[in-house]
C-alpha cells in the first residue's frame, strides 16, 4: 500500500494579486472623480473683465465715472476664455482709480477687454498721448453742433525741428483725392478745419456731423493728405486737380 501523500502548500500569489488589483481600481476611481471635480470646478470658474460697449475713438478722455460707465460694462468670462493681461473688475473704485483721466491714445472697438497694462490708453502728460496737453475745450463749447473725428494719418513725423508737422491748436486744409472710372482727381475737401488732438498715428478733428459723414466716406473709399494752414489763413477756395488741368499748366 503507497505511503499518503504530505498536502501541498497552498499559494498565496492568486489572494495578493487580487487584492493589487483592487487596490488599483479604487486608485483608478478617486483618480477619475478628482479629474472630473476639477474639470467641473474649472468650467464653472468665471472672472469679472471690463469690456469696451462701443467704439472709443482716440482722443477720448474719461474725466469722470459716467464716462466710464458710459464706454464700458463688467461682463463674467469663463476662466478659460481670459485673456493674457486682463483687468479682473474688483471694484468701482479701483475701475476710476485706473481710468480717470486716461486718454485714449489707440481706437478701442466694441467687445475689446481692458487690459491691465493697456497701451491704448495713457496720461495725458505722457509723450504717448500727443499733443492733449493743447486741447482747447472752449472752441467745442463755441461749436456746440461739431463732434471730434479721428483720421488715421501719420502727422507727427520728424520735420527737421521739435515741432511736429500738426499739434492740437492747428488749422489745417484736408485734401482728398478720389478715383471714379479709372479717372482720379485731387481737391480741398473741407477746409479752415480745427485740430483737436494729434497722436503719433491719428489726428482728432473737430467738425460738423455732416462734415464728419464726409470725412467718413472720404476715408475709406480715397486718400487723405493733410495741408497745414498759416495762422491767419481762413482758408481759401481751390480747384480741382486732374491729368487734364496738371497736362493742360504743365504740359505733361
Known amino acids: 500500500m503507497a505511503a499518503p501523500r504530505s498536502p501541498r502548500p497552498r499559494s498565496s500569489g492568486g489572494r495578493t494579486l487580487m487584492l493589487l488589483g483592487v487596490v488599483l481600481a479604487l486608485a483608478a476611481g478617486v483618480l477619475v472623480i478628482y479629474i472630473v471635480s ?22 477720448t478722455v474719461f474725466g469722470s465715472e459716467s464716462d466710464i460707465n458710459k464706454y464700458f460694462a463688467v461682463k463674467s468670462y469663463p476662466a478659460s476664455l481670459v485673456p493674457a493681461g486682463a483687468y479682473v473688475f474688483t471694484t468701482q473704485d479701483d475701475l476710476d ?5 486716461e486718454v485714449v491714445v489707440t481706437e478701442i472697438f466694441p467687445g475689446d477687454v481692458l487690459l491691465t497694462g ?11 498721448a500727443g499733443s492733449l496737453l493743447n486741447v482747447n475745450p472752449a472752441y467745442l463749447q463755441s461749436h456746440a453742433n461739431y463732434v471730434l473725428f479721428p483720421l488715421k494719418l501719420d502727422t507727427t513725423g ?23 472710372n479709372g479717372t482720379c482727381a485731387t481737391q480741398t475737401t473741407l477746409n479752415h478745419v480745427y485740430v483737436y488732438a494729434t497722436f503719433t498715428n491719428a489726428i482728432v478733428v473737430a467738425v460738423s456731423q455732416q462734415d464728419a459723414l464726409k470725412l ?37
Open 158 to 180: 520728424d520735420t527737421g525741428n521739435s515741432r511736429p508737422f500738426v499739434v492740437a491748436g492747428d488749422y489745417v486744409a484736408i485734401l482728398a483725392t478720389e478715383c471714379f
Open 118 to 128: 493697456d497701451k491704448r490708453v495713457a496720461n495725458p502728460a505722457t509723450s504717448n
Open 216 to 252: 467718413k466716406y472720404l476715408d475709406e473709399t480715397g486718400k487723405l493728405t493733410l495741408a497745414l494752414l498759416q495762422s491767419n489763413d481762413n482758408g481759401n477756395s481751390t480747384v480741382a486737380v486732374n491729368a487734364s488741368t496738371i497736362a493742360q499748366e504743365f504740359g505733361f
Open 38 to 59: 476639477q474639470a467641473t470646478a474649472t468650467v464653472g470658474q468665471t472672472e469679472q473683465l471690463v469690456v469696451a460697449t462701443q467704439d472709443i475713438a482716440p482722443g
Open 97 to 101: 482709480v485706473h481710468l480717470l483721466k
